[in-house]
């Protein structure tokens, strides 16, 4: 028997309170890959910088410190309150702005900016080639698009692989509603005329993660994969991840270290 949730973009309006700490990166890896977006493209000559997926603000923020006139949108009016009391306590106000609303259809002219940044955004999009489309549509002509991809979470790689094949043992699917591979994002911007440069490799770290906190949260659906499954199933699942992760470990209450990196794939002019 297959199990099926209705396709729609996924949004994170029920985890937005602890979205942020849910995603830890490494700082000094995380910084320097936005400095070098601000070396590459330098806010004198980019000023106008949209983000779709601007949710809390976690590279909204840093870009607009680094000198960038930072307009995003999202679906999550939750994420974008938590963004909001951000910008609120600072002085002087940094140039963030955001509209809340689906990427696929957004308010704004044709060519209205120097440069776009999204980071994981795509593969929570039905019509994510609509959506990128949008995005290219308003950025002005050979203006850059970059994707930003990170493997930086509190989510373990090997866990949430387990949590795939066991969901596929019963009958769920954790396909992404959206683009499925990382291929096939650049593969579509080619195909529109893009170039595309890959940076891989520059950005690397051990990441340490307890297993214990890492079941909780995914157990808790602070993830987009177990948000494609049904909840009876998902908490079949997370037991028999429990119960494995017991038997190969002895206990829970340990920490485990897996590679970690940043990558930035860029969509230049053709």
Request: proline share 7%; charged share 25%; net charge neutral.
């Amino acid at each position: 028997m297959l199990y099926t949730i209705s396709v729609e973009s996924i949004s994170f309006d029920s985890i937005a309170p602890v979205y942020d700490a849910t995603r830890i990166t490494n700082q000094d890896s995380f910084q320097a890959a936005l400095d070098y977006i601000a070396e590459r493209f330098p806010p004198e000559q980019y000023p106008k910088l949209f983000e779709p997926g601007i949710g809390t603000g976690r590279i909204a923020i840093p870009l607009a410190e680094r000198g960038y006139n930072v307009i995003g949108a999202d679906i999550s009016g939750e994420m974008l309150k938590i963004l909001a009391k951000k910008l609120k306590t600072r002085n002087p106000p940094l140039p963030v702005t955001f509209i809340h609303k689906d990427i696929t259809a957004l308010p704004f002219a044709d060519a209205t900016f120097n440069l776009a940044v999204a980071v994981h955004i795509f593969h929570l999009i039905p019509e994510w080639k609509k959506a990128v489309n949008e995005v290219l549509r308003i950025l002005k002509p050979g203006a850059p698009l970059i994707l930003m991809v990170t493997s930086s979470s509190m989510e373990l790689q090997s866990i949430k692989e387990r949590y795939r094949e066991i969901a596929a043992e019963y009958g769920c699917s954790t396909k992404p509603v959206g683009v499925n591979s990382l291929t096939d994002l650049p593969d579509y911007i080619l195909g529109l005329g893009r170039r595309i440069e890959q940076i891989r490799g520059r950005w690397t770290w051990q990441q340490r993660v307890r297993i214990d906190k890492n079941v909780a949260d995914l157990k808790a659906g602070y993830y987009s994969s177990s948000k494609l499954v049904p909840d009876d199933m998902h908490s079949k699942i997370m037991d028999k991840i429990e119960l494995e992760l017991k038997q190969k470990y002895g206990s829970l209450d340990i920490e485990v270290e897996e590679p970690a990196q940043i990558d930035l794939i860029l969509a230049l002019p053709g």
